[in-house]
């Protein structure tokens, strides 16, 4: 199973970035890992903000197979502890899925159709947090959730 992280944004942040490269080479000891940048919309101004989640929901799904298991991280989705996390990982794991695409959307969050076509929205936590520290975070319980699956001593309950 390959994961991988799609985002709307840039890598503009060398102190993030840097946790984010830290986590992601780490990750991919355990398992194929890679994230997909979707840049910014320019010209946003004249844009409503339904016709911005559009666009970029348009530029999502050039990025996303058919067959691809899409998990949206968004601020209304599943709240899940890091050992909850795991488990969907490991699920993902046994379920066979080839790909497994998490995904931060922009600004507004995603279009309808986005939305539509996911098969789960997870939550980071309650709270809202930068997208280059959303990044981060999830990199980390990426990570997290891999050495628990191993028993590692990496996590303490």
Request: aromatic share 14%.
């Given at each position: 199973?390959?994961i991988?992280?799609?985002?709307?944004?840039?890598?503009?942040?060398?102190?993030?970035?840097?946790?984010?490269?830290?986590?992601?080479?780490?990750?991919?000891?355990?398992?194929?890992?890679?994230?997909?940048?979707?840049?910014?919309?320019?010209?946003?101004?004249?844009?409503?903000?339904?016709?911005?989640?559009?666009?970029?929901?348009?530029?999502i799904?050039?990025?996303i197979?058919?067959?691809?298991?899409?998990?949206?991280?968004?601020?209304?989705?599943?709240?899940?502890?890091?050992?909850?996390?795991?488990?969907?990982?490991?699920?993902?794991?046994?379920?066979?899925?080839?790909?497994?695409?998490?995904?931060?959307?922009?600004?507004?969050?995603?279009?309808?159709?986005?939305y539509?076509?996911?098969?789960?929205k997870?939550s980071?936590?309650?709270?809202?947090?930068?997208?280059?520290?959303?990044?981060?975070?999830?990199?980390?319980?990426?990570?997290?959730?891999f050495?628990?699956?191993?028993?590692?001593?990496?996590?303490?309950?």
């Amino acid at each position: 199973m390959k994961i991988k992280l799609l985002y709307i944004g840039k890598e503009d942040a060398e102190l993030f970035q840097q946790g984010i490269d830290f986590y992601t080479k780490k990750i991919q000891f355990y398992n194929p890992f890679e994230t997909v940048v979707i840049p910014y919309l320019k010209n946003t101004k004249s844009l409503s903000v339904l016709e911005q989640k559009k666009r970029e929901g348009e530029f999502i799904f050039k990025k996303i197979e058919s067959s691809d298991f899409v998990v949206l991280l968004d601020e209304n989705g599943k709240v899940k502890s890091s050992l909850e996390f795991s488990n969907l990982i490991q699920q993902s794991l046994n379920q066979g899925h080839k790909t497994v695409v998490f995904v931060i959307g922009g600004a507004y969050g995603f279009s309808e159709e986005v939305y539509q076509r996911s098969n789960l929205k997870l939550s980071l936590s309650k709270m809202t947090f930068p997208h280059l520290m959303t990044r981060l975070i999830f990199v980390e319980q990426l990570y997290r959730s891999f050495t628990i699956l191993k028993n590692e001593p990496y996590h303490h309950q």
